[in-house]
């Protein structure tokens, strides 16, 4: 993945949205696409690492979306391109399996596979996707394409499923399968159920054992105060060998304890698990996750009570232990984090998978500006990529456009 990410060039032009993707579609595909869809990348507020766990997590949507022009075809066929993708991929729906098309239009032809395999059978989609998500930036433009695909399917196929929330959830469901088993990622299941399943101006606290969500409103401007997006622009080798591989230490730690996952730990029990397991690396590992899970909780508690001291705290929380016991953090993001907190900041943390990636930090809304310019500072003086900067608001879930 990391070496396709290199080949998508990083957004640039003006915003898009329905009515440029659809004026795209004609430049590149022809005619008129039947409909516009899209769907938003997400940030997480709070609970990284934890999906995976059967755990708790708390993002957002990021008014950032992905747009997708579609037109159903007959004869088998994916028709696929992006504005960020140099050439458009043309491939049989019967050919795609793990591993292929390969590239960005893995992500795109899985939802279409996903779909057939729950028996819903696509007859061959033109496709032309444009976005404002930053790509490979931990802010799940993945998802966000994955999403704006299904949820053309939903409509084209005349599934409803964008209807409620179940639907939602289990066009969610069919994404993630799309990027584990065609993608071959082996991600969580956050982003897409965020991108499915926002509610503009709530964070979203997503049980990703039992699937369940809950919307907690989440309007900072109300309060005086913004959150920070810092795209770091950062990218390490062995991040996705990284991420699986701290999956494989979860379960097995949960092999160990004896539970389906661990997010069968309670954080009174922390202490006894971590004896039983006899493994300073499991030991840290599992203290990440079972306390990350307890703070999740803690935050919707302070986010429902107006107290953005607590969730400030909680956020550096959430990052020292990502840092030091779950070591998925980086000079980057632990520069971000530490300049705004040094001007002021509330809190701040890294947020995503790590190893680059985006950090956000809550800050005073007219500390926006100031605090970006902080740590753009203290990248460009450590000859460092300049960072993306920007506030963000909760926005709404995939939908139809146009
Ligand atoms: P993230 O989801 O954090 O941005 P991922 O590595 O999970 O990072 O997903 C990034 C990949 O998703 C890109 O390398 C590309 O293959 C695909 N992708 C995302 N957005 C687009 C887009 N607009 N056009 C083409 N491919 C995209
Ligand atoms: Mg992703």
Redesign the pocket.
């Known amino acids: 993945?990391a070496t396709?990410?290199r080949c998508?060039a990083r957004y640039r032009g003006a915003v898009p949205d329905a009515v440029t993707t659809a004026a795209r579609f004609r430049e590149t595909v022809g005619g008129d696409p039947t409909g516009v869809w899209s769907a938003p990348g997400r940030v997480n507020l709070i609970g990284e690492h934890t999906d995976y766990n059967g755990g708790l997590a708390l993002p957002i949507a990021l008014p950032q979306r992905?747009y997708a022009a579609v037109r159903p075809r007959v004869d088998g066929r994916l028709r696929l391109h992006?504005?960020?993708?140099r050439d458009p991929v043309d491939v049989a729906l019967a050919d795609v399996k793990p591993g292929t098309p390969g590239?960005?239009a893995s992500?795109v032809a899985g939802v279409a596979w996903a779909v057939g395999e729950a028996g819903h059978p696509v007859g061959g989609l033109d496709v032309h996707?444009s976005?404002d998500?930053?790509?490979?930036?931990?802010?799940?433009?993945?998802?966000?394409?994955e999403c704006s695909v299904a949820a053309a399917l939903s409509d084209l196929l005349g599934l409803g499923l964008l209807a409620d929330d179940d639907g939602r959830a289990t066009l969610a469901g069919w994404c993630q399968q799309a990027e584990n088993v065609i993608a071959e990622?082996p991600?969580g299941g956050m982003?897409q159920a965020i991108s499915m399943r926002a509610e503009p101006a709530h964070a979203t606290l997503l049980d990703c054992r039992s699937g369940a969500v809950e919307q907690v409103p989440f309007d900072l401007a109300a309060s005086g105060l913004a959150l920070l997006v810092v795209d770091t622009r950062a990218e390490h080798a062995l991040v996705d060998g990284q991420y699986a591989a701290r999956r494989r230490s979860c379960e097995r730690a949960a092999q160990i304890l004896g539970v389906a996952t661990l997010r069968e730990i309670p954080v009174a029990d922390l202490d006894d698990a971590l004896r039983r397991l006899r493994d300073g690396e499991l030991e840290a590992r599992v203290r990440h996750v079972v306390t990350e899970i307890d703070r999740v909780e803690q935050c919707v508690a302070a986010l429902r009570d107006g107290d953005f001291d607590a969730v400030g705290r909680l956020f550096v929380a959430s990052h020292a232990s990502l840092r030091d016991d779950y070591e998925v953090s980086c000079d980057e993001l632990d520069v971000s984090v530490d300049t705004a907190m040094a001007h002021g900041a509330l809190g701040a943390r890294m947020t995503?998978g790590g190893f680059g990636?985006s950090a956000i930090a809550l800050v005073r809304a007219e500390s926006v500006a100031p605090t970006g310019a902080a740590v753009t500072d203290a990248f460009v003086r450590r000859r460092w990529t300049e960072p993306g900067c920007f506030a963000v608001t909760a926005s709404a879930a995939a939908g139809r456009d146009s």
């Open positions: 993945m396709t990410r998508i992905t992006s504005d960020a993708a590239g960005w992500y996707v976005s998500v930053p790509v490979g930036a931990g802010l799940s433009s993945s998802a966000a394409l990622a991600t982003d995503g990636g």
